[in-house]
């Protein structure tokens, strides 16, 4: 009797209602309305395209049950709680439900292990890379179970390719060739053949669609939308801050599932909520999780939401993959949908009357911020941006693209003045990434490096000198445009050599300075990719320093560099808080700095045994090397940048 049955489960044909029940339908076998539609006297109908019924409202008894529960043991326990699935009207309002004890334990010991093993690999493979990969005579000096990976260095205004330079020529002084690919060290586990079921983090829990539709608890919630509209936004304005709050605030019209995911992920990234702060990575990595699956089934309903989502996304470190993944990746997803959409075209006059405004405010508002983090982007790896200025005919951002659809006043929370100078910032520095493009290098219509000289000084003479963050984070990026300029100059045989150094060596004091200035302010958080990409780039110039210094055995000269460097790596460790690349560029210049203190320490000590035996030395045979890390920390520097005496870093409000 069972074989029949299941033979006639398959049919091809179901109205809505039924299709909502998930019963047989036999609107086929009638030839009109259904049995269960004429019995519930309603019209039967089979559309492609049918509202879901409300959630039915729970018992007293039920909400009572699985009401939450703060929790006092781990943070991720609140993270990982479910509430009611599926989209439904009142779910951002509705009582949070704890999953049982022991099915979130597992879970969660499954999410914490996958974020910190990637997270460790995006710590760590950048200082593997510097140590063994460059100067590799083996090719597959990295072969480790075939997670081999090559790294492109880019055109010469990339990091990578500066540190490659730098790396060479301590290891073969004769030797000025760089290559363009070098062996690269494992970014990711070794994966099985198959995906196994705990692959999004979810072991013993294959309930993709109920993850996906899950939220922290209120508070944290609360907490995490906050911050993102007071630290984040501001700056990065790709959502409508007052109708995502309207919508939040309404349980009968929440925000797009995949925009308020998105929210949460960067709120995450600047929130200073206890339960947050102490497990960020792995609270990132569910949201993100979240987020990321929500993306990739498309489920919108504009796609403009994907374009906010992807920049949002550049938020987040998921791994060491600087290729297909990170800020680099992500930026190109959005430079592709905003292209696809127009927004990098004008519409403000002839499809006024058609294109809606408040549509036209957020297409300008994402696309200028895509351009912006695109071209740092570029410029960090020394790859083809994606947007070219002949392209665009969207005017720069204006105050009424800030006066917002559901208020219809100025919101004032954004950063105006920072906004547009950093979109005249990206449009300079489109012409450094153009000065070092390979088919350029002897164009007619090659940039000029003075034009471009004479365009960064009437820039900086339009900044603002105040204390505000801000302030503080476009001198950093105007700083990390100079050194991405210049430093390719001074290690030429340009007659501006010597000014070019001065440049750089004022830019990579000034970038210690900023972030010094950042931590101090408890703002650390605020800052985006482009704050590592100028930390990197000004530790590669003073790492260069200490090198020149010591070759030249000006041993006084070296200390001082040693000292920039010291203090720069202060400012690493307190950003990898929030971003493991900068913990991965604080191992790699720790390292740099413990090699040439050792350098330094033994040229002195050989220096000293020749001048004689006699009292006046300073090192005797037998005595032991200084404590070059003592007697640096007695140097002056901020006494403000002690973790312990800061005031942001604690993180109860």
């Known amino acids: 009797m069972m074989e029949p049955q299941r033979r006639k489960r398959q049919q091809r044909k179901a109205c809505d209602v039924c299709r909502r029940r998930k019963s047989r339908c036999d609107v086929v076998e009638q030839g009109g309305p259904c049995s269960v539609c004429i019995k519930l006297k309603v019209t039967c109908r089979s559309t492609t395209d049918w509202e879901a019924l409300k959630s039915r409202p729970k018992s007293a008894e039920h909400r009572h049950r699985h009401r939450h529960k703060p929790s ?142 899950c939220f922290p608890a209120r508070d944290i919630r609360d907490s995490l939308v906050d911050a993102y509209f007071s630290r984040v936004n501001p700056g990065f304005p790709v959502i409508d801050e007052t109708l995502f709050r309207a919508q939040y605030a309404d349980p009968h019209k929440p925000p797009p599932l995949l925009l308020f995911q998105a929210v949460l992920l960067a709120g995450a990234h600047v929130c200073d909520h206890p339960q947050i702060a102490s497990s960020r990575a792995v609270v990132k990595g569910i949201l993100f999780r979240r987020a990321s699956m929500l993306f990739h089934i498309r489920h919108e309903c504009d796609r403009m939401h994907l374009m906010q989502a992807a920049l949002l996304f550049t938020w987040h470190l998921d791994d060491a993959d600087t290729v297909s993944g990170g800020s680099y990746y992500w930026l190109g997803v959005a430079c592709r949908i905003g292209f696809g959409l127009g927004a990098h075209r004008d519409v403000s006059s002839d499809a006024a009357g058609q294109f809606p405004n408040a549509d036209r405010k957020i297409f300008r508002r994402a696309f200028w911020t895509a351009f912006t983090y695109e071209v740092f982007s570029a410029l960090e790896h020394g790859r083809p941006c994606m947007v070219s200025l002949d392209d665009i005919d969207q005017p720069a951002l204006m105050k009424e693209d800030f006066i917002e659809s559901s208020a219809g006043v100025l919101n004032e929370n954004y950063q105006m003045d920072y906004l547009l100078r950093n979109i005249e910032l990206s449009c300079i520095a489109l012409d450094i990434l153009k000065l070092n493009s390979p088919s350029l290098s002897s164009a007619p219509d090659r940039p000029d490096l003075a034009s471009i000289d004479a365009r960064l000084a009437l820039w900086a003479m339009g900044l603002r000198h105040d204390s505000s ?163 640096l920390a007695t140097l002056p520097y901020p006494a403000t940048l002690g973790a312990e005496d800061q005031d942001w870093m604690n993180l109860e409000h």
């Open 72 to 213: 006092t043991s781990s943070t991720a326990d609140t993270i990982e709680v479910a509430i009611t699935p599926g989209g439904c009207e009142d779910s951002l309002l509705s009582p949070i439900a704890t999953t049982p004890p022991t099915a979130t334990t597992r879970r969660l010991s499954v999410v914490s292990d996958k974020w910190t093993h990637l997270g460790s690999l995006a710590r760590s493979s950048l200082a593997q890379f510097f140590q063994y990969g460059i100067g590799s005579v083996e090719w597959l000096v990295f072969d480790v179970h075939s997670r081999f990976r090559i790294a492109y260095v880019g055109t010469p205004v990339s990091n990578l390719s500066h540190l490659v330079g730098f790396r060479q020529s301590s290891l073969s002084p004769d030797d000025s060739k760089n290559n363009l690919h070098y062996p690269y060290p494992p970014i990711r586990p070794s994966l099985p053949w198959k995906p196994e079921d705990g692959i999004w983090g979810l072991k013993g829990n294959l309930d993709i669609a109920n993850d996906i539709s």
């Open 469 to 631: 963050f801000w302030s503080s984070e476009l001198k950093l990026h105007y700083n990390l445009v100079l050194l991405h300029l210049h430093r390719n100059i001074h290690s030429t045989d340009s007659p501006r050599v010597h000014e070019s150094y001065g440049i750089c060596n004022d830019s990579a004091q000034t970038v210690i300075s900023c972030l010094e200035d950042i931590i101090s302010n408890g703002t650390t958080g605020q800052c985006h990719f482009p704050a590592i990409v100028a930390l990197t780039a000004a530790g590669i110039h003073i790492a260069n320093d200490v090198k020149s210094a010591v070759g030249k055995r000006s041993f006084l000269t070296a200390l001082n560099a040693l000292d920039r460097l010291s203090r720069l790596l202060r400012c690493a460790k307190e950003v990898a808080v929030y971003w493991p690349s900068a913990e991965a560029a604080h191992r790699m210049f720790e390292g740099i700095y413990n090699e040439f203190e050792a350098r330094i320490a033994s040229e002195m000590r050989s220096q000293d045994l020749k001048g004689g035996s006699g009292s006046g030395g300073v090192y005797q045979e037998g005595m032991m090397s200084p404590d070059w890390r003592s007697m």
